[in-house]
């Protein structure tokens, strides 16, 4: 098992609301990644980040900002939630040396804005 | 723009049969190409990675191809196993430090006793 973690696991939320997803890793990993993914569908690169205070803008345009303040910490934070943000919200790191670009993968958080 | 094909339709095999599944890319120049495993509800977890300059790669039942002239990777479970039932994601990457993926939508692999 990978130790990576995120919080919360499930979160039903109203429309309007500014939300926090949680993403945290014990490997000392440099980069981490946010991933959306809908059911059946690919994963999309939406934030990434190569170190502390280095941030990116991934593939998919995605109205979510992060931050890197720590090497274990990439939050994700929604502002204003909104129906079209429901899905499935992974994260990821990488840089072990022994492996190299492996990413290993949180359990996700299922979001769900009403 | 960038794209990657994996099997649409689920692939539904006999136990003790061999698994091949299919990844095709366009539009892309990979350095290095991974298979990962998704359970559903549950992140992906990482398999094999290679390389653009190898052929071939093995782990126990695993094998992966990798041809950069059809642009397409086969991934094969040998001797498959009803335990390995799930979704396979392909995702080719870049070069450079920041191993960045783009993801196929994969394909469902059902083995059946």
Redesign the interface.
């Known amino acids: 098992e990978a130790d990576i973690y995120q919080t919360p696991r499930y979160l039903v939320i109203g429309t309007g609301k500014k939300i926090t997803l949680e993403c945290s890793q014990t490997m000392g990993h440099d980069?981490m990644y946010w991933?959306q993914q809908d059911p059946?569908?690919?994963?999309?690169?939406i934030h990434?980040s190569?170190g502390v205070n280095s941030t990116?803008k991934?593939?998919l345009s995605s109205e979510s900002t992060v931050s890197r303040i720590r090497t274990e910490h990439f939050p994700l934070t929604l502002e204003s939630a909104r129906p079209s943000h429901t899905s499935q919200y992974?994260c990821?790191s990488?840089g072990d040396k022994r492996?190299?670009?492996?990413?290993?993968?949180?359990?996700?958080t299922?979001l769900t804005v009403t | 723009s960038q794209k990657?094909e994996q099997n649409s339709e689920a692939l539904n095999i006999q136990e003790g049969k061999t698994a091949t599944l299919t990844c095709n890319y366009t539009n892309y120049s990979p350095a290095?190409l991974?298979w990962y495993r998704q359970d559903p509800?549950?992140?992906?977890?990482?398999l094999l990675?290679i390389r653009e300059n190898e052929k071939e790669k093995r782990k126990e039942r695993l094998k992966v191809t990798f041809d950069t002239t059809l642009k397409q990777s086969l991934f094969h479970i040998t001797a498959s196993q009803p335990a390995d039932s799930a979704t396979y994601?392909c995702a080719p990457?870049e070069g450079g430090?920041?191993?960045?993926?783009?993801?196929?939508?994969?394909t469902r692999l059902a083995v059946h006793p």
Not at chain 1, 40 to 45: F, I, N, P, V
């Open positions: 980069k991933y059946g569908m690919e994963l999309h690169l990434y190569y990116e991934g593939d992974l990821a990488s492996v190299a670009y492996e990413q290993y993968f949180g359990p996700g299922r | 990657i290095y991974q509800g549950r992140g992906p977890v990482f990675l994601l990457g430090g920041y191993n960045k993926l783009i993801f196929g939508a994969g």
